[in-house]
């Protein structure tokens, strides 16, 4: 068969030199485990989406619905939320705005893709299930010293959890905003500890405001010491906030990931009333000499 298409596109941006970079092939039909991960591992971003057709009795508009995997350099992921955004707004460029549904490892994830007046385009992703998870003492303790933290250094308003929405991410809360900025860790001892609990990212973050963080996601798991941009934790966090009565059972929340790396994006995330599951959304673009 002949190579598939590879678009990239970053996502939480409307800048391609913002956001999250990722890989997005929209006919992956034909293609197997090993050579999905093998293009994921080519192109080195933190993830690439592979697309095929939908499960019987997936549901959605015809032409409008996918199965959707996700691979980073190392290893297939459930569920990956910027992959997700540079996904559908790929598709929104060929097939126009509107509705879509995406049969994910992590399960069904709806997700819409509209037109803002300045024309770029957005995604809102709703996310699976969440739930949350106590973490122990040990577990923290032993995540700290990996960071080169102390549990000084934790806001203790925001204790650590393990949250989840399609991946588990382990919170942890700086208690400034220098302590968040300074990010050196073992590379290594960090991703045996983090497979050890099954966790995708660990959610780091800081608290500017009642509904503005500032959040960064080492990712070593996936061969990747960070990601720029993480939709999957951002989900995860909103339910973490709603579940600890940290925020309302209707919230907007705005997450800035990024900008310690250059990248800045902006993803924000929104609870409803009655609803368990969470909304995430942001911009995306396509990135400029990808072919």
């Known amino acids: 068969m002949s190579d598939p298409e590879v678009l ?45 057709a939908p499960p019987a009795g997936l549901g959605g508009a015809p032409g409008r619905a996918f199965t959707t995997r996700y691979f980073s350099p190392l290893a297939e992921v459930p569920f990956c939320g910027h992959a ?40 809102t992703l709703t996310s699976v299930e969440p739930a949350l998870e106590d973490v122990t003492g040990a577990s923290v303790a032993e995540a700290l010293t990996l960071l080169g933290w102390t549990p000084e250094d934790l806001d203790s308003r925001l204790p650590p959890r393990i949250a989840y929405a399609g991946a588990r991410h382990l919170v942890l809360a700086a208690a400034t905003r220098e302590r968040l900025a300074d990010l050196r860790y073992d590379f290594d001892g960090l991703a045996v500890f983090m497979r050890g609990l099954d966790l995708t990212t660990l959610q780091l973050v800081w608290r500017e405001s009642a509904d503005t963080f500032h959040v960064r996601d080492p990712f070593p798991v996936g061969g990747v010491v960070e990601d720029p941009a993480t939709g999957a934790a951002a989900a995860a966090f909103g339910h973490y906030l709603r579940a600890l009565g940290l925020v309302g059972s209707a919230a907007s929340l705005t997450l800035r990931q990024g900008e310690d790396l250059g990248r800045p994006g902006v993803l924000g995330v929104e609870l409803r009333p009655g609803e368990t599951r969470v909304r995430v959304s942001g911009a995306g673009a396509r990135i400029p000499g990808d072919g």
């Open 8 to 52: 990239r596109y970053t996502a939480f941006s409307a800048d391609p030199a913002g956001g999250n970079p990722a890989g997005v092939v929209l006919d992956a039909t034909g293609l197997d485990d090993a050579a999905m991960l093998a293009i994921a591992a080519g192109i080195g971003y933190s993830e690439t989406a592979f697309l095929t």
């Open 84 to 123: 997700t955004v540079a996904t559908a707004v790929a598709l929104a460029e060929r097939i126009g705005p509107g509705e879509l549904l995406l049969a994910t490892p992590a399960g069904t994830v709806p997700v819409e893709v509209a037109a803002g007046p300045d024309g770029a385009l957005r995604a």
